[in-house]
């Protein structure tokens, strides 16, 4: 009964366990790769990176986004930098600091050995990057600038003003567009996978080998196959309708494998990112970021006094009249190690702790201030604007108000979720020839993921690592002759698709997706949110089933299936939020600890730090689907740490 | 404290590319001015739904600014009439109490109509495949700080790269001439030693495709750069005019 799950790491140290397992593993030869097909869905850092690298070792790649053109997808809005342990500023930095501070950073619940790799790597990214000619940062003697972000006490970020995602993401794609141009990749833009489908081996066992999509300006439902299918679709946080994900984003290809037996890992841990614009009005689409990068120079506080507070709610008191002496730099008091630079879950915790006190400072009492007085005063006006004037301009014209003379106001907001699709060291899922990188996998980032790591880890998946550990599975299929699509596998998976399609469509009842979906994102944030606790989790549960029956009883989509339409779109990844915030409350049930960005608050310090289980909790939680309506079966990966000695984060000192 | 403005929208609605399309008004009451131009549009898109109706087809993604998705024609200026800024940065309050606003696709030979405000700009990807890249594959590359790049060189790198490809200048330009954007391109890459390698060959392949995908000619209108939301500056069609020519007398 107990299935045993075999991460696949590879023997000896730590610091030889990649460079072991390239020497030793399984590769195709030139003429073969050309025999070999692989689907790419998604399109940002790691879709993207994968689809051009695969491309150039001459596999034939077929890639599929849902936008209009690879170069949109959400990875472009990233915004800080990327992470390198190049030590370029001399300042300490090491593959292992850097490694050492991921796994700190993620609250002890990644695993080491791909932790370690991920570092590794890291190096490669900004070489291979400034030689695609993204123009990075640099100093007056022509070498690369650096900066710092949270949970680090080196300069290891490398930047592109304050679109260093948008930089990484073109290169990417640029390189892409020259497979394109090769004929080794094939794109596929505005449509998007609906299912995977598998086909047994001559073992009776389940292997991805195509899947299902619409093509979303005709409507059309159309069949795809390959010897391996890679999904690289980014992460799930729009489940709570206001984050700072795109629009488009969604969780749907991963729910799709779920939901046909490949396991999703750690679904709660979910990132509140500290530094958002707050919320203003019930008509808002989505929540904008203000980088992490703002935190190098920017001082977090709200008022000491509750007056000052009540004040400033009422909007009778101007910030700036209230004197130094009367602000508490709650990080700076709290943290003085790390000061403002604190990881994203403690930053946000500890807004949330100030807030919840009365200690807000906008009109709904949620909002904290950010303030660059202090840089202005220290660095002068010009250089604050050439380090974030973009970031600046962008909060003005939001909110109406100038950052240079005013505080801006923040609040948390969700950001990236850490928990994905489970894979083991290749990036492999628990179903054969099926692979998850990027976001959508949950592997490096344990509880909380620090500020410019995703970057980092989508473009190691994508250019150094899929590549290679891909070959370990595809060496054995060289004999696999190309599938036909008019296998009853395909059939039968397209007849679903359209199945679900048809009875979305013929629901016929009276509430947008828009306001099912916002009802979901309130039950989210109000019990699957910053702070958790059992009863929330069950009431959150509770009323999914509810948001649910409503989805299947009282929803409307206008127009027709068949042809372009918007809201066939958004239903059906609605459907798949749905299920998504079920297992996040699973696992939040389950996970009787607090660790990262997952808080529930029967698990805290006198201090109100996250107090971990690591007796209990010590392993990765990997959901599998037992079928609609009923409740997931839960496996667990333990973690060993071999090189790290597992202690509580310490911020302070 | 922010107020409520009523105003009413002129919308083109076009089913498909060949079929005829039309201005639709729409009357719109009470709208908070520090709603974004989209959620707006949102909210009017609400109100179709639950009058039965099939909403208004608009591209949309990021909403910050970054993904070049939105692509609205707003009062006769694309991205609307604020500077720097695309569609989705635009908020209400730009706007006053009985305007009567005119939203429009971007119109242009390139850039097909699929529905409503959403056009076709596959046309973009064909040019950035003509060469709008360095041919270097995956591994292999020199450490990042062994080639020095002077810091004025990589802020104007940046500067042209940060063209989002929205193709706000295309709709912009009275010939539909993809200039900006390949200019932007061919210029950022030209910049650096990275991109240098293959700059002649990169500048002729990319003009020679946006030639043959039917955009137009530059004529100097500088409407481009005013309507640019990343205000990527003509300077870097000058640059791109030095390449070509100088590719082409070497030839």
Known sequence: MAKTIDSKIPEGPLAEKWTNYKAHQKLVNPANKRKLDIIIVGSGLAGASAAATLGDLGFKVKCFCIQDSPRRAHSIAAQGGINAAKNYQNDGDSIYRLFYDTIKGGDYRSREANVYRLAEVSNNIIDQCVAQGVPFAREYGGTLANRSFGGAQVSRTFYARGQTGQQLLLGAYSALSRQVKLGNVELFTRCEMLDVVLIKDENGENRARGIIYRDLVTGQIKRCSAHAVVIGTGGYGNAYFLSTNAMGSNGSAAIQCYRKGAWFANPAFAQIHPTCIPVHGDKQSKLTLMSESLRNDGRIWVPKKLEDAKALQAGTLNPNDIPDEDRDFYLERRYPAFGNLVPRDVASRAAKERCDKGYGVNNTGLAVFLDFKYAIQRLGKDVVADKYGNLFDMYQEITDVNPYENPMMIFPAIHYTMGGIWVDYELQTSIKGLFAIGECNFSDHGANRLGASALMQGLADGYFVLPYTIQNYLSDQIQVPRFSTDLPEFKAAEDGVKEQIEKIMNIKGKRSVDSIHKELGHIMWEYVGMGRTKESLETALKKLEEVEKSFWSDLFVPGQADTLNVELEKALRLRDFIEVGKLMAYDGLNREESCGGHFREEYQTPEGEALRQDDKFSYVACWEYQGAGKAPELLKEPLNYEYIKVQTRNYKN | ?251
């Open chain 2, 1 to 251: 404290m922010d107020k409520n403005i009523s105003f009413t929208l002129k919308v083109w609605r076009q089913r498909g590319p060949k079929e005829k399309g039309q201005f639709v008004s729409y009357p719109m009451k009470d709208i908070p001015t520090d709603t974004s131009f989209l959620e707006m549009l949102d909210i009017l898109n609400e109100q179709l739904i639950n009058k039965g109706e099939e909403p208004i087809v608009f591209d949309h993604d990021c909403r910050e600014g970054i993904c070049g998705m939105c692509s609205l024609y707003i009062n006769g200026h694309a991205h609307g009439p604020a500077t720097g800024a695309t569609t989705c940065q635009l908020y209400m309050r730009r706007f006053n109490d009985g305007d009567v606003i005119t939203v429009e696709p971007w119109r242009s030979a390139g850039f097909p109509i699929i529905r409503d405000l959403m056009v076709d700009r596959s046309a973009y990807d064909k040019i950035m495949q003509a060469g709008g890249y360095t041919s270097v594959n995956t591994g292999g590359v020199p450490d990042a700080n062994s080639i020095p790049i002077s810091k004025e060189k990589a802020d104007l790198a940046m500067d042209a790269a940060s063209c989002i490809g929205c193709g706000a200048c295309v709709a912009a330009c009275k010939n539909g001439s993809a200039m900006l954007f390949v200019s932007a391109k061919v210029s950022q890459l030209a910049l650096l030693p990275q991109g240098q390698v293959e700059a002649a060959r990169r500048a002729k392949a990319m003009i020679a495709k946006m030639d043959e995908l039917g955009f137009g000619n530059c004529t100097n209108t500088r409407a481009c750069e005013a309507e640019c939301p990343k205000c990527v500056s003509i300077s870097n069609i000058a640059r791109l005019n030095r390449e070509f020519i100088c590719a082409k007398l070497k030839d």
